[in-house]
C-alpha cells in the first residue's frame, strides 16, 4: 500500500466536494475491492473519501413502488433486514450469498454496482429486477447502466446514492460459485415483473452482466423450468478461465435459469 | 498419585496460547534497531540477468542496505545444499546445479529473488524495491516435467543436458518383464499426480541478528528442523562456526513438509543482517508464498499392472517423470525415488516390481516433500491400477485387494522395505462395515432416481514412517543419519522439563509427549514442560516430517526416561540401604521389592540435587539424562478408506456423501489428537484431489494459480463428516509401539475418492483434481463416445 490521505464524508455532496478537490481522490465504499488492489499496489489513490459516515446514502425504505436502499447499504445489513426478506427475498438472499462474513459487514449494495465487477452478484439483481440507479445528478435505468467489463454510466464525480427496486411477482437467484473465489461463476437472475414481463440476467458468464432474451421471451410465454431447459446460450464472448471454459459456462447458464425458475415457482 | 495417560484423550494443552492470541510467532518478534527486509523477485520464468541497478533504490528514504547476486558471489556464499544424494541408472551422481540465494546470471522461475532491499520500515523497503532496475534478456521457458525432456527444450540450467537431473530406478527389471511376458491381463493407467502448493496459514517468516559483542547470530525462523536449518546453513553455505549461531522456531502455524527447507531468505537475512548490523525480518505475502515455498506432487506417470486369470497380481512396472522446479529443494531429489518407489508394493504381495524414475529440472518453483511425500504418489499410482484392474476383470475390488493381500509378517518387499507387522484385512473389514457397503446398490439406484450418479471406492494404504533407521537411509543416499535426540532434565522438586529434537507446529506434541513423560515417571501431566524449537535448549534435533516424531522423538525421550529410572533406581538404592536389583519402579515410586518400603520420584529428585552422603565414586549427583535414538526399521502406519459420492451430471459438482478411514497406527497415546491429525490428513487429500492444482502457464511460465482466487483451497463445506476409526498392530520395534498417524490421511485420501468417482462416472481414465468442470467436460465426452 502507498501513503493516502483519509478523508470522511459527512453527506453525499460533502462527498462530491471532496471528490472534485482532488485528481487521484477515490470513494471508499467498503472497500473489498479497494483496499485489496491498494494492499497489492494496485491503486495508489492520493485520498480515500470514505463514505461510511453519509447518513444520506443510508436506510432501507418499502412502499408500494418498491424497495430503495441507500447506497451505503451493507450487504449484511439487506441480508437481515425483515423488511427486505418479506418485500424482496431475492434480493435479501442475494446478498446474504455474497463472500464470506467479513465481506458482508463492509461491502455495500453501492460499492459493488459502481465498481461493476463482472462476477459480482448486485448487478444481476439490479438488471433482473429492473432497478432503477440513483446518483446526485440523474436516474439511470438499469439497461443504461452496466456498460462493460468494470464500466459504467457514471460520470466522474457522480456517486450513486440509493437503487430502488419495483418488487416483482416473483424472482430467484441461483449462483454457480467458483470452486476458489466462491465468486458467481455464472449467477443467474430470473423474475417475472409485475406487468408479466420477464427478465433474465446473467452474471460471472460474461465480461458484463447481460440480459438473456431467447429466454425472457420463453418464459413470458410459459413462466416454467422446461421453457428454458433447452435453451442453449452461445459460447461466444463469454469469460473462459482455469475455471470454466465458456461453453461450460454457456451450459451452465441454462442450468441456473432453469434452477432460479424452479425456485421462483417455488 | 499414578494417572495413566497413554490412550487418554487429553485436551491440548497449547490450544489456550493459540486460540486465545498468546502464541509466539517469529512475525510476533520485533526486536531493537528492528528493520524490513523486502525481495526483488523475477517476474519473468526464465530470463538472463543483464544488471541490476540499485543506486536509485539505495537513495530511497529509510534504505539500511541493499544486496544483490553480485554481492553474495563475491562474499563466496555457497548455494543452497541438496541432503539427499541419489545415483542414476547409469552410475552418474545425480546433477546439482547451484542454487544461490540471490540470481546470479540467470533467474529460473518466476519468484526467483534478484535482490534484497533493507529499510528501516517495511512500507519504505517496498518502496525502494520499486526502485530496483533489473534488465532482463527473456528466454524461452519449460514448465511441464515431459516436456523439458524432449529436444530442443529449453535448458534451465546450462550445464544440465535436457533438463534431466538423474534417471534412477528400484526392482528387478527382468524378472517383471517376464512376469508380463505370462500375464493373463495388464491393466494400464496414466496419471498425473497435480502440483500442489502448501499453502501453511502462517507464511514463512525470519528474523535474523547479528551481535557484535560475541560475533554470533540469532536466527528466528518459521521451521519444522531448527538444528538442520542451523547445520545446512553454517557447515553448507555461510561457513559459520555452528557455535555462534542460535536457530530459534518458535510457535510455527503449520508447515506441511513446506517448512522442512532451507530458503534462499533464512541465509540472505543472517548474512546480512552483519553486513547492516541490525535484525533483519522479512515474512513473506501470501504471494510470495505461492511462488516461492516448495510445492508438492507434480508427477507423470504410467503404470501397468499384471495380473493372473484368477486375479492375481504378478508385477507392477512403473514409470515417472518427476518435476524438481528450478533447483533441488533440500529432500527434493529423495521424494520420488525413496519416498515413492518403495511403497509400490502397499499391501500386497507383488512379487515383482520395477520402477524408473527421471527427475527434471523446469522454470518452476522447487518441488519437495509435502504432506506424505512420495507415498501419497505411490498409493495414488497403486491403488488406481488396482482398482482399475478389478474393474476391468469384473472382479469385485475389495475381493481383488483381499486375494493380494500380505498376510505374513515380517515381509521383504521387493522393493527394499521389510514391513514388520500388520493386519490388512481388519482394517479392510471394519471400513466395509462402517461405511455400509452392503447397502451402498441400493443407495445408487435411489440417487439415479433423482437423475444422479453415485460411485464408491476404496484404498488400502500403506506407508512408510518413523524416519529412518540412518543405516538404510545411508545406503539409499542420504548425507545425514536420520536418528532424534531428547533430554528429560528432571529439577530438585521433581518436575521435570523435557527438550526434544521433533518441532511442533500444530501436532500437539506438548500434549503427547508430556502424556508420554508423565505415564513413564507417574507423575502429574501438570509437572511435566515440553521444550523444543531452540538450538541453544535442545541439544541436537533432526526435526518433524514423514511421521517421526513420537516414532523417532519420542523414543529418544523414552530412551532418556529409562536411564532416568535407572539412575532414581541406584540412588533409591542408595537412601534405602538396598541392593539396586531389588529396587522396583512404579507408579512413581522407587520400592524395595516386597517390602513397603519406598521413595517417591519427588523425593528421589530432590536427593539427587542434596546428595550429603553419595558415594560419589558411583553416584553423581544430579538428575539429568539425554539420549538419541536411530530406529532399526521404518514404521508401517496402514489402513482402508472407502469414500461414496453423488456426481451431478448437470452441474459436474461431486459431493462426498460418506468418507470412512480405518488407520492402523499401531499404539495410540492420545486419541483426540490422532483423529484429529486425520481429519487434517483427509481434508488434504481430499483437497488435492477434488479442488487444489498449482498450474503455470506454458507459454510464458507464469503461476495462473498465484493467489487464493485461482487455487482452490478445500473448506468445511466441501468435506462430508468423516467416520473413522482404528485397528491397531503394535510397531515392534520402538517401546512405544507407535507407527505415527500425521500423513495417512492425505495419503490414503486421494484414490479413495477418485476411485468413488471413475466409478460414478463410468470410466478408468480421470485426473486429479475433480473440478466441476473437469467432471462435466469428462462427462460430455463420454456421451459423445456413446453417441457415437
Known amino acids: ?236 464472448g463469454l469469460n473462459a478461465d482455469i475455471h470454466a471454459q465458456a461453453d461450460y459456462r454457456a451450459h451452465l447458464i441454462t442450468v441456473m435459469a432453469k434452477r432460479a425458475v424452479e425456485a421462483a415457482l417455488a | ?218 536466527l528466528h525462523v518459521s521451521n519444522q528442523n531448527p538444528h538442520v536449518e542451523r547445520l545446512l ?27 522442512i527447507y532451507l530458503y534462499a531468505e533464512d541465509v540472505v537475512l543472517t548474512w546480512a543482517s552483519k553486513k547492516v548490523n541490525r535484525p533483519i525480518k522479512w515474512t513473506a505475502e501470501r504471494s510470495e508464498s505461492f511462488l516461492t515455498d516448495a510445492h508438492g506432487r507434480d508427477h507423470h506417470t504410467r503404470a501397468q499392472l499384471a495380473l493372473d486369470r484368477d486375479g492375481r497380481f504378478l508385477a507392477l512396472r512403473v514409470d515417472t517423470k518427476a518435476n524438481m522446479g528450478a533447483y533441488l529443494s533440500t529432500f527434493a531429489s529423495a521424494v520420488p525415488t525413496i519416498l515413492y518407489a518403495t511403497l509400490l508394493a502397499g499391501q500386497y504381495a507383488t512379487p515383482h516390481i520395477h520402477c524408473e524414475v527421471t527427475a527434471v529440472f523446469t522454470n518452476t518453483a522447487p518441488v519437495d516433500a509435502y504432506r506424505g511425500a512420495g507415498r501419497p504418489e505411490a498409493t495414488y499410482v497403486v491403488e488406481r491400477i488396482v482398482e482399475a484392474a478389478a474393474r476391468e476383470m469384473k472382479i469385485d475390488p475389495a475381493a481383488l485387494r483381499r486375494r493380494n493381500f500380505i498376510r505374513s509378517f515380517p515381509y521383504q518387499t521387493p522393493v527394499a522395505l521389510l514391513y514388520d507387522t500388520g493386519d490388512y484385512e481388519a482394517t479392510l473389514d471394519r471400513a466395509i462395515e462402517m461405511a455400509d457397503v452392503a447397502g451402498f446398490p441400493a443407495r445408487r439406484a435411489e440417487a439415479a432416481r433423482r437423475g444422479k450418479l453415485r460411485g464408491l471406492g476404496y484404498a488400502c494404504y500403506i506407508e512408510a514412517c518413523g524416519i529412518a533407521p540412518s543405516s538404510v537411509a545411508g545406503s539409499l543416499g542420504a548425507r545425514a543419519g536420520l536418528f532424534e535426540a531428547g533430554e528429560v532434565r528432571v529439577h530438585p522438586t521433581g518436575k521435570v522439563t523435557v527438550f526434544t529434537g521433533s518441532h511442533a507446529h500444530g501436532q500437539g506434541h506438548e500434549t503427547t509427549f508430556a502424556q508420554v513423560v508423565a505415564d513413564r515417571l507417574g507423575i502429574s501431566m501438570d509437572d511435566v514442560e515440553i521444550v523444543h524449537g531452540d538450538t541453544s535448549k535442545v541439544l541436537f534435533g533432526m526435526g518433524t516430517y514423514g511421521s517421526r516424531s513420537l516414532a523417532v522423538g519420542g523414543t529418544a525421550i523414552v530412551k532418556a526416561l529409562d536411564k532416568v529410572v535407572a539412575k532414581g533406581r541406584k540412588i533409591a538404592a542408595h537412601l534405602l540401604e538396598a541392593a539396586e536389583s531389588d529396587i522396583e519402579f512404579a507408579d512413581g515410586q522407587f520400592r524395595v521389592a516386597g517390602t513397603d518400603r519406598s521413595k517417591a520420584f519427588a523425593e528421589i529428585a530432590l536427593t539427587a540435587y542434596v546428595p550429603h552422603n553419595f558415594p560419589h565414586d558411583k553416584l553423581e549427583p544430579g538428575l539429568n539424562e539425554n539420549a538419541f535414538y536411530d530406529p532399526s526399521n521404518f514404521t508401517f502406519p496402514a489402513g482402508t478408506y472407502v469414500c461414496e459420492v453423488e456426481v451431478d451430471p448437470e452441474t459436474g459438482i461431486v459431493r462426498i456423501e460418506r468418507f470412512v478411514a480405518v488407520d492402523d497406527f499401531g499404539n495410540i497415546i492420545n486419541p483426540m489428537i490422532v483423529e484429529g491429525q486425520v481429519h487434517g490428513g483427509l481434508v488434504q487429500g481430499l483437497g488435492q484431489a477434488m479442488n487444489e492444482c498449482g498450474i503455470y502457464d506454458s507459454g510464458s511460465g507464469q503461476l495462473t494459480t498465484g493467489t487464493f482466487l485461482d487455487y482452490c483451497m478445500p473448506r468445511a463445506d466441501d468435506m462430508p463428516s468423516f467416520q473413522v476409526d482404528t485397528r491397531s498392530t503394535p510397531c515392534t520395534h520402538n517401546p512405544l509401539g507407535v507407527k505415527g498417524c500425521g500423513e495417512a490421511g492425505a495419503i490414503g485420501s486421494p484414490p479413495a475418492l477418485m476411485n468413488a468417482i471413475t466409478d460414478a462416472l463410468g470410466v478408468a481414465d480421470f485426473a486429479m483434481p475433480a473440478t466441476p468442470q473437469r467432471v462435466w467436460a469428462t462427462l460430455q465426452q463420454a456421451q459423445r463416445k456413446q453417441a457415437a
Open chain 1, 1 to 236: 500500500m502507498y501513503a493516502f490521505r483519509y478523508q470522511t464524508a459527512s453527506s453525499a455532496a460533502d462527498a462530491a466536494s471532496r471528490l472534485a478537490a482532488h485528481e487521484d481522490a477515490k470513494l471508499l465504499a467498503g472497500g473489498q475491492t479497494m483496499i485489496a488492489s491498494m494492499k497489492l499496489r494496485l491503486a495508489s489513490p492520493s485520498d480515500l473519501i470514505d463514505l461510511a459516515g453519509a447518513a444520506d446514502l443510508r436506510g432501507i425504505t418499502v412502499d408500494a413502488r418498491g424497495v430503495t436502499l441507500g447506497a451505503m447499504s451493507r450487504h449484511a445489513e439487506v441480508a437481515r433486514s425483515a423488511e427486505v426478506q418479506k418485500a424482496l427475498p431475492v434480493l435479501a438472499k442475494l446478498a446474504g450469498g455474497i463472500g464470506d462474513r467479513m465481506v458482508r459487514n463492509m461491502g455495500t449494495m453501492g460499492g459493488s454496482v459502481a465498481n461493476n465487477d463482472p462476477a459480482a452478484d448486485y448487478p444481476a439483481a439490479v438488471l433482473g429486477l429492473n432497478a432503477t440507479v440513483t446518483t446526485t445528478t440523474r436516474s439511470i435505468a438499469a439497461d443504461d447502466f452496466f456498460l462493460g467489463m468494470y464500466e459504467t454510466a457514471l460520470q466522474p464525480g457522480e456517486i450513486i446514492t440509493s437503487i430502488s427496486f419495483p418488487i416483482p411477482k416473483r424472482a430467484a437467484y441461483m449462483k454457480f460459485k467458483n470452486p476458489a473465489s466462491r465468486y458467481a461463476m455464472v449467477g443467474v437472475l430470473v423474475a417475472q415483473l409485475a406487468d408479466g414481463s420477464v427478465r433474465v440476467a446473467v452474471t460471472g458468464a460474461g465480461p458484463v452482466v447481460f440480459r438473456v432474451a431467447a429466454m425472457e421471451k420463453a418464459l413470458e410465454a410459459s413462466f416454467t423450468p422446461a421453457a428454458v431447459a433447452s435453451i442453449k446460450v452461445p459460447a461466444d
Open chain 2, 233 to 259: 546453513m553454517c557447515a553448507f553455505v555461510l561457513g559459520l562456526p555452528e557455535h555462534k549461531v542460535r536457530v530459534v522456531a518458535p510457535d510455527v502455524g503449520g508447515g506441511f513438509g513446506s517448512k
Open chain 2, 1 to 218: 498419585m499414578a494417572t495413566p495417560y497413554i490412550g487418554v484423550p487429553v485436551q491440548r494443552r497449547e490450544d489456550l496460547r493459540f486460540l486465545t492470541g498468546a502464541g509466539n510467532y517469529t512475525d510476533d518478534l520485533t526486536l531493537p534497531g528492528q528493520t524490513h527486509a523486502v525481495f526483488v523477485r523475477s517476474p519473468h520464468a526464465h530470463a538472463r540477468i543483464r544488471s541490476v541497478k540499485t543506486a536509485a533504490a539505495a537513495r530511497a528514504p529509510g534504505v539500511v542496505g541493499i544486496f544483490t547476486g553480485e554481492d553474495v558471489a563475491a562474499a563466496r556464499i555457497n548455494g543452497l545444499p541438496c541432503g539427499w544424494l541419489i545415483h542414476g541408472t547409469d552410475g552418474q551422481p545425480m546433477k546439482e546445479p547451484a542454487h544461490p540465494i540471490l540470481a546470479q546470471g540467470k533467474v529460473r522461475h518466476a519468484g526467483d529473488p534478484v535482490a534484497v532491499v533493507i529499510a528501516e520500515s517495511l512500507a519504505q523497503a517496498r518502496d525502494a524495491a520499486e526502485r530496483v532496475e533489473v534488465d532482463y534478456d527473456l528466454l524461452p521457458s519449460v514448465v511441464d516435467s515431459v516436456e523439458a525432456l524432449k529436444p530442443g527444450a529449453p535448458l534451465v540450467h546450462d550445464d544440465v543436458a535436457a533438463n534431466r537431473c538423474y534417471t534412477w530406478a528400484i526392482g528387478d527389471k527382468a524378472a517383471t518383464d517376464a512376469a508380463f511376458a505370462s500375464a493373463a491381463h495388464v491393466t494400464t493407467l496414466e496419471f498425473q499426480n497435480n502440483r500442489l502448493i502448501p499453502n501453511p496459514i502462517e507464511p514463512r517468516a525470519v528474523n535474523a541478528t547479528y551481535s557484535r559483542a560475541d560475533d554470533s547470530y540469532t
